[in-house]
C-alpha cells in the first residue's frame, strides 16, 4: 500500500499536479506544525512555507525515497529555525549517546485522560525530542525514515525516543 | 533470573532490537505491554482533526503565505468585537467631545490625543485607546473624569489607598524566615508579625491545599515581595492585593499582581519614517521578513508609536493586524515592560565567584551537600521545581573552588540550573530554568514626572549641543545601577551619533557601577548558536582534574579552543559526565571570562572581550 502510494507521487510529481501532491499531504505537515507551534495561524504559515520551500528545492528531492518523510523535514528545519529566530526554542537535548537506566513502571503512567497533559508535558519538551515524538507517534514514521528526515542515526533517534518518553513519564507521575 | 534492562524493553517494543528474553519472560512483556499501552495514549493525544489546505495555497502553491495571517486574524477579530462593543454599547457612554472652555486645562496632551482617540470611529483606535489609558493607571484618571467618557470601560483598575500600602510593603520591608518542616499558615503568621501584612488565602486555593503539607522555608534579607514569590513558587500559587490584604489565588486562577500607582512610558526617540519602511515589509511574501519587522517593531518600542497608530488605518489587513498586535504589547505593561533598575545579582555573583570552597561529596543527600555550600559560603541557595529533592544524591568533589563552580559541577549530573535573582541563587531543572529566558526586549514605565525628565536627558544626549549633552550626561550618571538598561535600550533604538553617545556614556558609567561586568549580558544572551555550535557544547567528559590549568582541562572535549586569558591559577576537581557547556561556564564565569564560537571554534576571552566582539 505504502509504496504504491509513494509510486503516486513520484507520478502526481511528474505530472507537476501539485493540487492533488498538496491535498495528500498538507493534513500531516500541518498536524506535524501544529505540535511544534503554539499558534494555529503560525502553523498554517509554515504548512504553507512547506510546500513552497519543497517547490523550490525539487531538483534536491530523491525521487527514490518516499516523499512525506522529506515534506516533514523541510517543515521541521522551517520551525526549528523559527523558533530559534524567536530564541523560543526550548534547551537542546542532552548528548544522544548518554542514557540513563531508569526503571519502567510497573503499569502505563500515560493513561487516555491524560491526553491534554501530555500535550502540555510534550511542549515542555527540549525541541528535537519533541520532534521524534510526534514524528513517530503522530507521523507514525518509522524509526529509519525519522533518522533520514532529521539527517541523524537511527541510534539517535532511539535514544531521543527514550529520553523523551522517560522525561514524559517523570513529568507526568 | 537477569531480566531485561528498560532501554532493551524499549528497544524491542519499538522495534530498534526485538528481544527474545523479552517475547518469552512474563515479567518483561509485562513492561512491554504498558509501553504498548503508552505508545497508544500517546499516539491518541497527538492526532489532529484533519484539515484541507486553503485554496489560496492551490491556487499558488509557490505563494510563501496566506494573505491573512495571524495578525491579520487577530485585527478581524479585534475588529469584529470592537464593532460589536459599538454596536452594542449604549452611544451616550461616549459622548461628543464637551467645548473647551478652560484652553489647556490638562498638562498632558498625550492624555488628551488618548481620549480624543477614544472617540475615533475606529474600534481599534479605540480599543488600543483604552488599553493605553487603563497602563497609566491613577495619571489616567484626571484625564478621563474631565472627558466624562464611561468609568466602566475601564475596570477595575484604580489604585485604591489600602493597596497602596500593601503594595510599599511588599516593595520595602525585607524580612529573615529560617522555618524547616512548617505548615503554611506557620510562615503566613510570622510573616504577618513580622510586616503587619493580612494575608486570606482564596477559596479555591484554601480546597487545593493539602493541610497536612509541611514545608522548609529558608531565606535572608529579602524583600517581601519576593519571598512570597519564592513561597508561592514551591505551592503553584500566586499573590494579589486586595482591599488591603495579600490574597493567595491558585496559580491557575491568575498572575500574581500588586497594584501599581501613576505610571507613563518612558519614549526614547522617535523613528516614524524607519519604522513606516518595516510596516511596509508586512506586504512582503517572506515569513522571515515580516518576522523580522515584527522584531525590529519591537525593538524599536514606542519610537515606532506614532506609525504604529497611522497603521491601524492601514487598508492591508496584514499591516493593520500587526500594528495593532505590536500596539497591545508597548501598552500592555505586563508583557512588554523591562524594570527600570540593574539586576541586583552583582553581590550574589560576586559572592559565589571570590568565595572558595572545599568540598568532598560521596552520595551525599543532595539537600545536606547544598546546606553544607550554604553554610560554607552564606550564600541564599533556594531549590525550586526540583522532583523530590529529598531523595536525589550527588557524587563531587573539588579542592579551593569557587563556590559557582562547585555549584554548578555538583548539580550537572541532576540536570539542574543555577539561575541569580536578586540575592538569591535559584535552583531548579534546567528546562524550567528561569536563566534559559532570552533578556526580555521592552520598554521603561516609570511615574509620569521620571519619564518626562529622563526623556529630556535622553534628547539632550542624543541630539544638544556640548553643555546639554554634559547636563544630560549628569542627569542620567545621577541615576546609577538605573541608568544603565536605560543607556543599553536608547542605543538599540537611537541611530547614528545618538546611538554611539548613548554607547559611550554607558561604557563610562559602567566601569564605576559594575566594573566586573557581573551584570552584564552573557555571550549565551547575546548570540544565537547554531545547532551544530549547540551539539558540540553538549559533548560530555569525565573530569579529574589534579593541577591543571583550563586549557589543558578542556582538551579533553577535543574542538578547538582558543583561550585569549585564562586564569591564573589550575583546578583540583572530580567530576563525572561533565557536557562541555558546563565545564565552561563552570570554569570561566568566576574568573570574569565568557565564551562564544567562531564557526566550530571556541574562543574564551575577559568578559567584556567577548560582550563587545558579539555586539560588533
Known sequence: MNRMLEESDLELLQSRNWGSLIGRHYGAVYALARKLLRSEADARDAA???????????????????????????????????????????????????????????????????????VAALDRLPFDWKLVVVLHFQQELAPADIAEALGVTTNAVRIRLYRALIALRKDLS | MTHATPLEIHDHVYGFRPSDHVAG?????????????????????????????????????????????????????????????????????????????????????????????????????????????????????????????????????RLKPADDAVRRTLESKKTDLDMENVFLKDILSSLSQKTGLKFVMDPAFRQRLNPDQKITFKVKDLTVNNTLKLLFMQLNANFRCEDGAVVILDEKDGPSGIPVPARAPLRIGKRKAAAVGMLAEFRSDSIERREAARQ?????????EEALWEALDSTDPETK??????????????????????????????????????????????????????????????????????????????????????????????????????????????????????????????????ARRLEGALIDLAEGPPAAQERASATLAGLGDRALPLLERAAEILDGVGRERCRTLRERLQTTIDPKGLDEPTAADLAVRTAHQE???????????????????????????DIRSKPDRTFRFHAKEIRLETALRALTMPFGLDFMFKGDQLIIDRADAVRARIRR
Request: charged share 25%.
Open chain 2, 296 to 304: 525590529g517593531l519591537m525593538t524599536m518600542g514606542f519610537a515606532a
Open chain 2, 321 to 450: 493586524g500587526q500594528a495593532l498586535e505590536v500596539l497591545r504589547w508597548l501598552y500592555t505593561p505586563d508583557e512588554s515592560a523591562r524594570p527600570l533598575s540593574h539586576p541586583r545579582t552583582r553581590s550574589i555573583k560576586k559572592l559565589l565567584s571570590e568565595k572558595r570552597v572545599t568540598v568532598d561529596f560521596k552520595e551525599t543527600p543532595l539537600l545536606q551537600a547544598l546546606d553544607s555550600i550554604r553554610q560554607l559560603s552564606g550564600a541564599n541557595l533556594h531549590v525550586s521545581g526540583v522532583q523530590t529533592p529529598d531523595s536525589l544524591r550527588v557524587t563531587m568533589a573539588g579542592t579551593d573552588l569557587p563556590v559557582y563552580s562547585a555549584l554548578v559541577l555538583l548539580l550537572e549530573p541532576l540536570r539542574v540550573a543555577c539561575a541569580f535573582r536578586e540575592d538569591i541563587v535559584l535552583l531548579s531543572p534546567e528546562a524550567a530554568s528561569p536563566e534559559e529566558a532570552p533578556r526580555k526586549l521592552g520598554n521603561f514605565w516609570t511615574s509620569p514626572e521620571e
Open chain 1, 48 to 118: 504553507q512555507e512547506t510546500f513552497a520551500r519543497a517547490l523550490a528545492k525539487l531538483h534536491s528531492y530523491d525521487a527514490r525515497r518516499p516523499l512525506r518523510p522529506w515534506l516533514l523535514s523541510i517543515t521541521a528545519h522551517f520551525i526549528r529555525d523559527l523558533l530559534r529566530k524567536r530564541r523560543e526554542l526550548p534547551l537542546a537535548p542532552q548528548a544522544d549517546l548518554e542514557i540513563a537506566d531508569v526503571a519502567l513502571p510497573s503499569e502505563p503512567l500515560l493513561r487516555q485522560e491524560d491526553g491534554k497533559l501530555l
Open chain 2, 25 to 157: 519472560c512474563a515479567e518483561c512483556q509485562a513492561s512491554a505491554d504498558s509501553l504498548v499501552a503508552e505508545a497508544s495514549v500517546i499516539g491518541a493525544a497527538l492526532r489532529e482533526t484533519p484539515v484541507s489546505p486553503p485554496q489560496e495555497l492551490l491556487r499558488n502553491p509557490r505563494a510563501r503565505r496566506s494573505r491573512i495571517t495571524a495578525g491579520g486574524l487577530a485585527a478581524a477579530g479585534l475588529l469584529l468585537i470592537g464593532l460589536a462593543w459599538a454596536l452594542s454599547h449604549d452611544p451616550r457612554s461616549i459622548p461628543p467631545e464637551p467645548p473647551d472652555k478652560t484652553p489647556g486645562r490638562s498638562a498632558d496632551p498625550e492624555m488628551e490625543r488618548l481620549v480624543r482617540e477614544l472617540r475615533s470611529p475606529s474600534p481599534a483606535h479605540r480599543q488600543i485607546a483604552v488599553l493605553a489609558l487603563k497602563s497609566y493607571g491613577e495619571a489616567a484618571l484626571a484625564a478621563i473624569t474631565q472627558s466624562g467618557v464611561g468609568p466602566e470601560l475601564f475596570g477595575t483598575y
Open chain 2, 535 to 561: 551539539d558540540l557544547l553538549h559533548q560530555t567528559a569525565d573530569l579529574d582534574i589534579d593541577g591543571l590549568s583550563l586549557d589543558r582541562i578542556l582538551q579533553r572535549y577535543g574542538i578547538p579552543i
